[in-house]
C-alpha cells in the first residue's frame, strides 16, 4: 500500500474543493492510501510525512503568489530538507486564484522549486 498525502491551505473554499477532488481521485486508485490535511494541521503532524509515498501541495495564489499557510508549511519543512526525509517521494502541485493573468504560474513553480529543493520526483 502507497500512502498520498495531499496538504492544502484554502482561504476561501475554493482551494479546498480542489483537494477534495485530488484527495478523492487517489484514494480511488487501488493500493493508494490517501490523506488529506490543512497546511496548519500539516505542521502540527510534519514528521508523518516521512513514511509517505507522495505528497501533492495545493494553495491558492493571492496577489502573484503562494498563500502564507502554505509557505509556513513550507518553511516548516526545512528540517526535512537537512535529512532529505522526503527525498524520492513523488511531488505535485495544484493552485487558483480570481485572477485572469498568469499570476498562477508563479506559485506553482515555488512549490515545484521547495519539491527539487527537498529531493522528490515532480
Not at 37 to 46: F, G, N, S, Y
Not at 53 to 73: H, L, N, Q, V
Request: hydrophobic share 45%.
Amino acid at each position: 500500500m502507497s500512502k498520498l498525502v495531499v496538504v492544502y491551505h484554502s482561504g476561501y473554499g475554493h482551494t479546498k474543493l480542489q483537494a477534495e477532488a485530488v484527495h478523492r481521485g487517489a484514494a480511488e486508485v487501488e493500493g493508494i492510501d490517501a490523506e488529506i490535511l490543512t497546511a496548519t494541521e500539516a505542521v502540527e503532524r510534519i514528521d508523518e510525512f516521512d513514511s509517505a509515498d507522495a505528497i501533492i501541495f495545493g494553495c491558492p495564489t493571492y496577489m502573484g503568489s503562494m498563500a502564507a499557510e502554505m509557505k509556513r508549511f513550507l518553511e516548516a519543512a526545512i528540517k526535512k530538507w537537512f535529512s532529505q526525509a522526503w527525498k524520492d517521494k513523488i511531488a505535485g502541485a495544484f493552485t487558483n486564484s480570481s485572477s485572469f493573468s498568469g499570476d498562477k504560474l508563479n506559485t506553482l513553480m515555488g512549490l515545484v522549486i521547495n519539491a527539487m529543493q527537498h529531493g522528490m520526483i515532480y
